[in-house]
């Protein structure tokens, strides 16, 4: 066990490339950018679907009249 730690400390200091700190930047912004056109496609699937489900139920209870 205590050779696992000693091995993952090392492949964590000496192997692991860390990024700067403007890469970090630039990926978070992806991240955010990505997460929101996400959240839009989303919601505008969620608009849709309440529309067409809202003509649905309309045309049922017109057909039951």
């Not at 730690?5 to 964590?12: A, R, T």
């Not at 000496?14 to 996400?38: C, D, E, G, R, Y």
């Amino acid at each position: 066990m205590f050779n696992y730690f000693k091995e993952s400390y090392n492949e964590l200091v000496h192997k692991v490339t860390w990024p700067t700190f403007s890469q970090l930047q630039s990926s978070t912004i992806v991240v955010m950018v990505a997460s929101l056109l996400f959240a839009i496609i989303v919601l505008v699937m969620d608009l849709s679907f309440e529309n067409i489900m809202a003509a649905i139920y309309k045309t049922l209870a017109n057909l039951g009249r």
